[in-house]
């Protein structure tokens, strides 16, 4: 079982990228960030006509999450980030496929920092620590994939010394992603490549995709029942190249029955 997550940025303006990928790669579950788009105009047709079912949870112009599924049927267990009534940003949704429930998440960016911005990100943070805690004690597998906006040490990010004061690297931002996995969950693409320079994010400035200056913020955490499942793992670094893509590159795991 192949699971993507992609921040798309943009359904609407990066649509014939995200089917080339999937012509292309054909994962069997597709976790969506960023749609950039209200729940009426998503693309549902063409992604039917692309092979996938699709749930989703949309926003105009900002934030909205989907997930897609190959071959398998979707059944959704949750809408939005539990633990704050009045937050109506579409950043969370969850569902199970083929016995296994997927949170789909797009974590707020939080800058500028310090402020509300800030502190919306690391309560957010604190809500999918109490979310993903529940999540644990069903003891079914269970993947929390997306944007995290959380750059989680010094080596998942070119020149770190830049990024400080940045919302996405500060210590409580890091501390709180630790709290996380301290939980038990497992950063997959980490647990098979400890040491190895991975990026999933480049800036469209400076050439930083041509550098090779980029960031590792999107992640799969897996509770302890898919740890051993683990085979595989890694990003569709190509197609941040394609003309017109995503800021972010395509990232896979796979998961042995």
Known sequence: MRIAT??????????????????????????LQELKA???????DVIQEAGYNAIWHGQKSWNGVAILSRGHEIQETGRGLPGDEEDTQSRYLEAIINGVTIGCLYLPNGNP????????????ME???????GLLAQ???????????????????YKPERWVEDALFRPETRAAFEKLLAQG??????????????YT??????????????????HFLLSPE????????????????????????????????
């Open 6 to 31: 992609y921040n798309v940025n943009s359904i609407g303006a990066r649509l014939p990228i995200l089917l080339r990928w999937l012509d292309e790669t054909k994962p069997d579950v597709v976790c």
């Open 38 to 44: 209200p729940q009426e105009k998503f693309p549902v």
């Open 139 to 157: 003891n079914k597998p269970t993947v929390l994939a997306g944007d995290y906006n959380v750059i989680p040490t010094e080596g998942d990010v």
């Open 226 to 257: 898919l740890d051993g499942r683990l085979t595989a793992a890694g990003v569709d670094r190509h197609v941040r190249g394609w003309e017109k893509s995503s800021d972010h590159g395509p990232v896979w795991i796979e998961i042995a029955d």
């Open 127 to 133: 809500r999918l620590q109490k979310h993903a805690a």
């Open 185 to 198: 969950w497992t950063d997959a693409v980490r647990k098979l490549y400890p040491d190895e320079t991975i």
């Open 201 to 218: 994010f480049w800036d469209y400035f400076r050439n930083a995709y041509g550098r090779n200056a980029g960031l590792r913020i999107d």
């Open 113 to 124: 920092a310090p402020g509300p911005k800030y502190d919306y990100k690391l309560q957010w």
